[in-house]
């Protein structure tokens, strides 16, 4: 009985607008007393993901949501402060760092999570080498299909927390380790450089482009959206990487999310209204669309759900302004 009220009440959702379906998505696909899974057709969870949608659910009005969700991921860290990846016993600063913006978008309303914050963060500061280098103890969980690894430029993603943190934390530290990373990453003459290859798919240069933006490298971001608005088509769509035949939807949500940061709408928009009309009817998306996809394909993932949610906000948020 229970488990057909459920499904009423999914079928429901389902008629709200594109914003109510991917977040009736997440209640689907979250695990009770765990995390959301690592895609639809597992049962596995991932701690990384859930993390920093914990964010996204907040700024949703899914309050109290985002704190049961800070609550299963306070049970899960580590003494040391850090966090597996899905399925593995590997600590990652990556997921690390992505599951201090949830306790970080938590800890106002609910303080007993600084102590989680903190030890996360400082996990993460950790993994900041001596010469900026962000740097993990593995990047067996970021391998790909075609046997390639994916950019380690995606650490980028590691510092704005990391600044954000050791602001409202008033630890110099944090800060300290967000600008020696930065410093190294601007050393990287092909930073904003969107590559025509897998490895470096949109939605590793989303992560790039929405970090610049929060550390607050408005020309070097600029400058990396232009590569993407140059390849951007006329329906709005944006290549997974220049010369794909599809598209990467977490990467366009991603995109989309920089562009409207800095108040540049019209790219965003139309990659935003591309992703309403390729959205799921079960309000989420697969890895890719169109001919030759080979990032889950067919298979539901929560960071595509997470940087639309994020994206869709960021809209309203510019009709309003």
């Known amino acids: ?20 379906k991917a977040i009736s998505w997440v209640k ?24 920093y949608l914990i964010e996204s659910l907040y700024n949703a009005g899914e309050k109290e949501l985002a704190y049961d969700l800070a609550r299963w991921e306070a049970s899960i860290q580590r003494p040391d402060g850090s966090f597996a990846a899905p399925g593995s ?26 102590k989680r914050l903190r030890v996360a963060l400082d996990y993460v500061e950790r993994y900041v080498a001596p010469d900026g280098e962000v740097i993990t ?6 391998l790909l299909e075609d046997g390639t690894t994916l ?17 409202k934390l008033n630890e110099p530290r944090y800060i300290a380790a967000a600008k020696r990373g930065m410093d190294y990453f601007r050393k990287k003459a092909d930073l904003v450089v969107f590559k025509p290859k897998l490895s470096e798919l949109s939605h590793y240069f989303g992560y790039m482009m929405e970090a610049l933006v929060d550390l607050g490298e408005i020309d070097l971001a600029k400058k990396g959206l232009e590569n993407a608005l140059a390849v951007q088509r006329p329906d709005g769509s944006i290549p997974a990487y220049p010369s794909a035949d599809w598209v990467c939807a977490t990467g366009m949500a991603q995109l989309s ?11 965003a928009d139309r990659a935003m209204a591309y992703l309403e009309k390729i959205q799921n009817p079960s309000g989420g ?8 996809v080979n990032y889950f394909d067919k298979k539901e993932i929560p960071w595509a759900v997470k940087f639309f949610i994020d994206a869709y906000l960021l809209r309203e948020k510019s009709r309003k302004s």
């Open 1 to 20: 009985m229970k488990e057909e009220l459920r499904n009423q009440w999914f079928k429901l959702t389902l008629r709200g607008n594109s914003l109510q």
């Open 28 to 51: 689907r696909y979250r695990i009770p007393n765990s995390g959301i899974v690592a895609q639809h057709k597992t049962k596995t969870v991932t701690p990384e993901v859930t993390g």
């Open 89 to 114: 016993d590997v600590a990652y600063s990556f997921d690390t760092a992505q599951i201090a913006r949830g306790f970080l978008s938590v800890m106002d309303d609910k303080p007993e999570f600084e």
């Open 137 to 142: 103890d593995s990047y067996d969980m970021w």
């Open 151 to 167: 950019s380690e430029y995606g650490n980028l993603y590691n510092l704005p927390p990391l600044l954000q943190g050791g602001r």
């Open 257 to 267: 999310i920089a562009w409207y940061k800095l108040g540049i709408n019209e790219p």
């Open 285 to 292: 998306f697969y890895g890719g669309y169109g001919r030759g």
